[in-house]
Nanobody, 123 residues
Framework: QLQLVESGGGLVQPGGSLRLSCVVS????????IGWFRQAPGKEREGVLC????????YYADSVKGRFTMSRDNAKNTIYLQMNNLKPEDTAAYYC????????????????WGQGTQVTVSS
């Protein structure tokens, strides 16, 4: 059974950092691409950072370029989202998703989602 579990969210002050984790099971990290998405209250879910191309080049939402990065630990079947210089507008529930290779960083590209972890940026 394919499963994704996020953790690492919390309350952080503007300018702070958080690292989210996404532990996957039921598949290897090479079988599916992984993307991070977020959804703020009253807004649609949006793609934040995805690596779905075969050359490994990432897609970043404009709002997170230069601040968010993604890494992986294959031995732990874990994908990380490092978020630096956080802003209040980054407040949202963050989700990881398994995507087909070659797909776009769009919520409609995936049928496999974690339960989400809340990130709140506030002073």
């Amino acid at each position: 059974q394919l499963q994704l579990v996020e953790s690492g969210g919390g309350l952080v002050q503007p300018g702070g950092s958080l690292r989210l984790s996404c532990v996957v099971s039921g598949f290897t990290l090479d079988y599916y691409a992984i993307g991070w998405f977020r959804q703020a209250p009253g807004k649609e879910r949006e793609g934040v950072l995805c690596v779905t191309s075969s050359d490994g080049s990432p897609y970043y939402a404009d709002s997170v370029k230069g601040r968010f990065t993604m890494s992986r630990d294959n031995a732990k079947n874990t994908i990380y989202l490092q978020m630096n210089n956080l802003k209040p507008e980054d407040t949202a529930a963050y989700y990881c998703a398994a995507l087909p290779w070659g797909s776009t960083c769009s919520p409609g590209s995936s049928d496999y989602w974690g339960q989400g972890t809340q990130v709140t940026v506030s002073s």
